[in-house]
Structure formats: structure tokens, C-alpha cells
């Protein structure tokens, strides 16, 4: 036996375990001791929790119980690096398989770790040995790039872990990869223990019906960048940060590169500390700018996917969702970045500005892990598509448009309940824009002096205008943009010809008494 498998042997980690990691572990090495050599388990413990702790202490008790090699397999250089550290810590002499690796030493090692695609190329080009591997860990096991070198580990026992156990891919679905799933603890017990900070969430009323899915069944790079980077959205952006957040540490999460480089520029023109991080950067000018968010207290980072996974930074306190997702994994691991615990920090903040609270639930809400990986067809067929969520939308008076109209009880109109009360009373839905301009009309009569004053008004209606014929044209099933665009312009004439018509009655009606002359 070489010097290096003994001292792994030997070592023995000064690392504290949790109970509930203990008893993973437990449960896992039951599953290796009384199933099939070649059995596949996948394990589920939430982003926070502890997973690569939990492999690492068994990749160390396997070496020292076991006279085969250990071989753990990642998806991204910087988790590969982080693992490689972690079983370090555990005593665990590693071997890194990357694309600079030297592999004359790696009969000295009983442990590996290597990205996904590097170990592919090294395995076809015979440069590896694996034939005396007896456990292969997969970490963030719902990609599906690992499962093309399943076929190399036909004689392994092979451990998945993953927070999300739904595949990226709906056609390959995790349950044809792997024979059972174990769960560990609930976001939910983790945060009552003192493990994981509460997430209180801030979801604004998004229209996203631009949106477009393509090949991989999220929303298109393309279609996001339209809608995210206009500027108005830029704003809302902008101010949801500034009424929720202003003075915390924040990380936005975008769909698209151009996006977050306008999420820059908006936020450094509104005079906020702020940088963006992508793919495309150094090494150099990734570290620079993670050091940067790290000792900045009121830092803003603006980002594209990239810290996702393998990303640690305690001292977050908002995450901001600027972007919308089909994928429960991905709102998972987003959300997931705030959540790690630091001193006195007991929640964290999310602004959802992609309809994902409707779309997924509460982060850390009390989700079948079971079902879905048995049925993940049944349930990716019941999320809410984002016509339905948008139909539930109860659009109101902005906040700063409301302050023109605080002597107004109710700036609501429910125009959906309009247009079925009248086809039930059958009558004509014309009726429909006849009572939301008479609304309209009340409420800038409510709040002014004069029919000048009501006029003026009525042009800060314009977005709600909008919002209310696009919730009619589609109870009357007509949407063309011209007739989209009429049906606006008319009602806004509409609307300041019954000013100057009925504001003297109206105005008396409401007050009790006429309008100054």
C-alpha cells in the first residue's frame, strides 16, 4: 500500500458533523452495504445544507473501509476546485482531473476529482484508470452532461446530490438514471434550526407574455433581453431595489449578458456601488470583483448565471430576481445565494420581478421531492403558465401615481368581473369600458378642483388605460396590435370627453356641492 492511500487511511478529520449530516451518511452507507454494486442513489439536501460536508466525510470513512478508489465528478472548474478543498480538509489526498492534470502520479491516489467534460476526453483517450473505482459521487447531479459517462461506471456504486433532484431536460428524466431517491432535511427545518436564513420575498406583478421558450424549455436569452433591458424595466428595477433594499448588499440575477450590462449602467447613473460579473471575464477580474463584493458592505453585483452554483457569500441580504424562469432548479439555486447564515442575519431579502413566487411557490415551500422525481411530467404540467398567472393579477394605480389620488377610496377596477357580470346580464361588452371610463372619471373628479385639474389627471391614467384594455381584449378575444392601439386612443378621448361633459354634475355629486366658478 502506497504512503499517500495510508495517510487517508490513518487521518482523521477535525471537522464537526451535524446530526442530520450524520444521519445521511448513515442512510446512504446502509443503501451501499445491502444494494447491488452497481446501484444508483440520489440524495436531496437543500443548497446551504451541507452536501459537499456530507460526501466528503463519506468519500474519507469509504477509503478507510474499503479497498477500491473513490472518484467524484462536477460540472464547473469552481466546484471542482472547492470539492477538491473540502476533502482536503477531511484528510482526503485528492487527484485533480483537469485539462493540465498530469496522470503518471494517479496510481498514488485513491481519490479524484474531475469536471465532466475534462474526464470524458481523458476517458475516451484511455488516459485514465478507473477500473478499480468502487464509488462515484455526482455533485449537482440534475445536469445532464454526467449521464454520458455512466456507461464507464457500469460496476459502480454511483451517489447523486443534488438540491433539486428534477432534470434540466424533460425528456431524460432522473428516475431513468437512478434506481431511488433519498431526501434529507426540509429548507423549512434547516431555517428553524438555525441552519438557513428565512427569505421574505417582495413579487411584483410582471407582464411576460412576450416572453418566448425555446429548445431547452426556459425562457429565450433574446426575449428576456427585449423586455428586461427596456426602460422602463431598467427603472422598476432601479426603484424595487431603492423601496426594499437600498444600503444591502445585493446580487441581481439576469437572463442575458446585455441585460446586466445595462443593469450597470442604470444603477451607476442613479449613483449606486455597483459591478458586473459574466462569463467572459478573467480569472484576474473575477477575483477583483468578488473580493470587491465581499468587503463592500453596500455592495451591488449584477450577474448572468454564473453564481448560481459554487458561489459562498454570507454577508448577502438581497437577492434580486431580474429575470424570469421554467426552471424550479435554477429559482432554487438562485434563491439559495442568500440564504446562508452570518452572525446576527436570521432572513434575507428576495425582489421577484419574473412572476417565479406564482410560477414555483415560496422558496422553501414543502415540495414532494418523492413525487417528482417518480412523476416529473405530472408535475411539471401543473405550473402555472403566464397567461394564468397573469390572469390573477389585481393591476392597480403605481405607487406614485396613487399619491395624485389619495382622496379616492377604491383606484381599482376589476374589468375581467365587469365583462362577466354583463355577458351574464346580457348585455353588449361595451358596457365593460363604458363603466371602467365612468370609474376613471370618478376619481380624477374625486381629486381635483376644476375640470382643467381632472383633465391633467386623466394623463397619468395612461398605463392603467393599458393594463385595462389588455385585460378586455382578451375576455373579447381580440388582441391585434392596431386594434389594441384604437381601443386605447379612443377610450383615453373618451375619457376627457365625459370630463368636460359631466364634471360640474359629477363633481357636485361626490362633493355636495358645485365647483368653484
Same mark, same amino acid.
Given at each position: 500500500?502506497?504512503?499517500?492511500?495510508?495517510?487517508?487511511?490513518?487521518?482523521?478529520?477535525?471537522?464537526?458533523?451535524?446530526?442530520?449530516?450524520?444521519? *445521511?451518511?448513515?442512510?446512504?452507507?446502509?443503501?451501499?452495504?445491502? *444494494?447491488?454494486?452497481?446501484?444508483?442513489?440520489?440524495?436531496?439536501?437543500?443548497? $446551504?445544507?451541507?452536501?459537499?460536508?456530507?460526501?466528503?466525510?463519506?468519500?474519507?470513512?469509504?477509503?478507510?473501509?474499503? #479497498?477500491?478508489?473513490?472518484?467524484?465528478?462536477?460540472?464547473?472548474?469552481?466546484?471542482?476546485?472547492?470539492?477538491?478543498?473540502?476533502?482536503?480538509?477531511?484528510?482526503?489526498?485528492?487527484?485533480?482531473?483537469?485539462?493540465?492534470? #498530469?496522470?503518471?502520479?494517479?496510481?498514488?491516489?485513491?481519490?479524484?476529482?474531475?469536471?465532466?467534460?475534462?474526464?470524458?476526453?481523458? =476517458?475516451?483517450?484511455?488516459?485514465?484508470?478507473?477500473?478499480?473505482?468502487?464509488?462515484?459521487?455526482?455533485?449537482?447531479?440534475?445536469?445532464?452532461?454526467?449521464?454520458?459517462?455512466?456507461?464507464?461506471?457500469?460496476?459502480?456504486?454511483?451517489?447523486?446530490?443534488?438540491?433539486?433532484?428534477?432534470?434540466?431536460?424533460?425528456?431524460?428524466?432522473?428516475? $431513468?438514471?437512478?434506481?431511488?431517491?433519498?431526501?434529507?432535511?426540509?429548507?423549512?427545518?434547516?431555517?428553524?434550526?438555525?441552519?438557513?436564513?428565512?427569505?421574505?420575498?417582495?413579487?411584483?406583478?410582471?407582464?411576460?407574455?412576450?416572453?418566448?421558450?425555446?429548445?431547452?424549455?426556459?425562457?429565450?436569452?433574446?426575449?428576456?433581453?427585449?423586455?428586461?433591458?427596456?426602460?422602463?424595466?431598467?427603472?422598476?428595477?432601479?426603484?424595487? !431595489?431603492?423601496?426594499?433594499?437600498?444600503?444591502?448588499?445585493?446580487?441581481?440575477?439576469?437572463?442575458?449578458?446585455?441585460?446586466?450590462?445595462?443593469?450597470? !449602467?442604470?444603477?451607476?447613473?442613479?449613483?449606486?456601488?455597483?459591478?458586473?460579473?459574466?462569463?467572459?471575464?478573467?480569472?484576474?477580474?473575477?477575483?477583483?470583483? =468578488?473580493?470587491?463584493?465581499?468587503?463592500?458592505?453596500?455592495?451591488?453585483?449584477?450577474?448572468?448565471?454564473?453564481?448560481?452554483?459554487?458561489?459562498?457569500?454570507?454577508?448577502?441580504?438581497?437577492?434580486?430576481?431580474?429575470?424570469?424562469?421554467?426552471?424550479?432548479?435554477?429559482?432554487?439555486?438562485?434563491?439559495?445565494?442568500?440564504?446562508?447564515?452570518?452572525? #446576527?442575519?436570521?432572513?434575507?431579502?428576495?425582489?421577484?420581478? $419574473?412572476?417565479?413566487?406564482?410560477?414555483?411557490?415560496?422558496?422553501?415551500?414543502?415540495?414532494?421531492?418523492?413525487?417528482?422525481?417518480?412523476?416529473?411530467?405530472?408535475?411539471?404540467?401543473?405550473?402555472?403558465?403566464?397567461?394564468?398567472?397573469?390572469?390573477?393579477?389585481? +393591476?392597480?394605480?403605481?405607487?406614485?401615481?396613487?399619491?395624485?389620488?389619495?382622496?379616492?377610496?377604491?383606484?381599482?377596477?376589476?374589468?375581467?368581473?365587469?365583462?362577466?357580470?354583463?355577458?351574464?346580464?346580457?348585455?353588449?361588452?361595451?358596457?365593460?369600458?363604458?363603466?371602467?371610463?365612468? +370609474? +376613471?372619471?370618478?376619481?380624477?373628479?374625486?381629486?381635483?378642483?376644476?375640470?382643467?385639474? *381632472?383633465?391633467?389627471?386623466?394623463?397619468?391614467?395612461?398605463?392603467?388605460?393599458?393594463?385595462?384594455?389588455?385585460?378586455?381584449?382578451?375576455?373579447?378575444?381580440?388582441?391585434?396590435?392596431?386594434?389594441?392601439?384604437?381601443?386605447?386612443?379612443?377610450?383615453?378621448?373618451?375619457?376627457?370627453?365625459?370630463?368636460?361633459?359631466?364634471?360640474?354634475?359629477?363633481?357636485?355629486?361626490?362633493?355636495?356641492?358645485?365647483?368653484?366658478?
Amino acid at each position: 500500500m502506497s504512503e499517500t492511500k495510508q495517510a487517508v487511511q490513518e487521518k482523521k478529520t477535525d471537522k464537526e458533523l451535524y446530526d442530520y449530516q450524520q444521519g *445521511a451518511i448513515s442512510q446512504i452507507f446502509e443503501k451501499f452495504d445491502n *444494494a447491488p454494486d452497481d446501484y444508483h442513489l440520489l440524495y436531496q439536501l437543500p443548497t $446551504g445544507g451541507g452536501k459537499t460536508v456530507i460526501f466528503s466525510e463519506m468519500v474519507r470513512q469509504y477509503l478507510k473501509n474499503h #479497498n477500491k478508489k473513490v472518484l467524484v465528478m462536477t460540472h464547473r472548474v469552481e466546484l471542482c476546485n472547492q470539492t477538491s478543498k473540502m476533502l482536503t480538509s477531511f484528510g482526503v489526498a485528492n487527484k485533480v482531473v483537469n485539462s493540465k492534470a #498530469n496522470l503518471d502520479d494517479q496510481a498514488d491516489y485513491s481519490c479524484f476529482v474531475a469536471m465532466v467534460e475534462t474526464l470524458n476526453n481523458r =476517458l475516451n483517450d484511455n488516459k485514465l484508470d478507473i477500473s478499480d473505482v468502487g464509488l462515484v459521487i455526482i455533485d449537482e447531479a440534475h445536469y445532464n452532461s454526467f449521464t454520458k459517462l455512466f456507461k464507464f461506471f457500469e460496476n459502480s456504486f454511483i451517489l447523486g446530490v443534488t438540491a433539486t433532484p428534477l432534470s434540466s431536460n424533460k425528456e431524460l428524466p432522473m428516475k $431513468g438514471n437512478y434506481n431511488e431517491l433519498i431526501t434529507g432535511e426540509t429548507i423549512e427545518s434547516l431555517i428553524e434550526n438555525e441552519f438557513l436564513a428565512r427569505c421574505e420575498t417582495y413579487a411584483y406583478d410582471m407582464g411576460l407574455t412576450s416572453l418566448e421558450v425555446g429548445s431547452n424549455g426556459d425562457y429565450t436569452v433574446k426575449s428576456s433581453e427585449d423586455l428586461y433591458s427596456s426602460p422602463a424595466m431598467l427603472q422598476k428595477t432601479v426603484d424595487a !431595489y431603492k423601496k426594499h433594499s437600498l444600503g444591502k448588499k445585493t446580487l441581481i440575477f439576469n437572463n442575458g449578458i446585455n441585460t446586466s450590462i445595462s443593469v450597470y !449602467y442604470a444603477f451607476r447613473e442613479a449613483g449606486l456601488p455597483i459591478m458586473h460579473l459574466d462569463n467572459t471575464a478573467t480569472k484576474k477580474q473575477r477575483k477583483q470583483i =468578488l473580493d470587491w463584493f465581499h468587503e463592500t458592505p453596500n455592495a451591488i453585483l449584477t450577474s448572468v448565471s454564473i453564481l448560481t452554483t459554487g458561489f459562498d457569500e454570507p454577508t448577502i441580504d438581497t437577492i434580486i430576481l431580474n429575470r424570469a424562469t421554467k426552471s424550479l432548479t435554477l429559482y432554487y439555486q438562485m434563491i439559495g445565494r442568500g440564504s446562508r447564515i452570518l452572525n #446576527n442575519k436570521e432572513k434575507f431579502t428576495v425582489i421577484d420581478l $419574473g412572476n417565479n413566487l406564482y410560477r414555483f411557490g415560496p422558496w422553501g415551500a414543502d415540495l414532494d421531492w418523492q413525487l417528482i422525481f417518480k412523476s416529473p411530467n405530472w408535475y411539471a404540467d401543473r405550473i402555472k403558465s403566464d397567461e394564468a398567472i397573469e390572469a390573477d393579477f389585481k +393591476h392597480d394605480l403605481s405607487d406614485d401615481i396613487k399619491d395624485e389620488f389619495s382622496k379616492s377610496e377604491n383606484t381599482y377596477f376589476d374589468i375581467r368581473q365587469t365583462y362577466k357580470d354583463a355577458v351574464a346580464a346580457g348585455e353588449s361588452s361595451k358596457v365593460v369600458l363604458e363603466r371602467s371610463i365612468e +370609474h +376613471h372619471a370618478k376619481i380624477c373628479i374625486e381629486n381635483s378642483e376644476d375640470v382643467y385639474d *381632472a383633465i391633467a389627471l386623466a394623463k397619468l391614467l395612461k398605463e392603467d388605460i393599458n393594463q385595462r384594455i389588455e385585460v378586455y381584449a382578451k375576455c373579447i378575444s381580440k388582441s391585434t396590435y392596431n386594434f389594441l392601439k384604437w381601443l386605447k386612443d379612443d377610450y383615453q378621448k373618451k375619457l376627457n370627453s365625459y370630463l368636460r361633459t359631466n364634471f360640474d354634475e359629477k363633481f357636485e355629486e361626490i362633493h355636495g356641492y358645485p365647483p368653484e366658478e
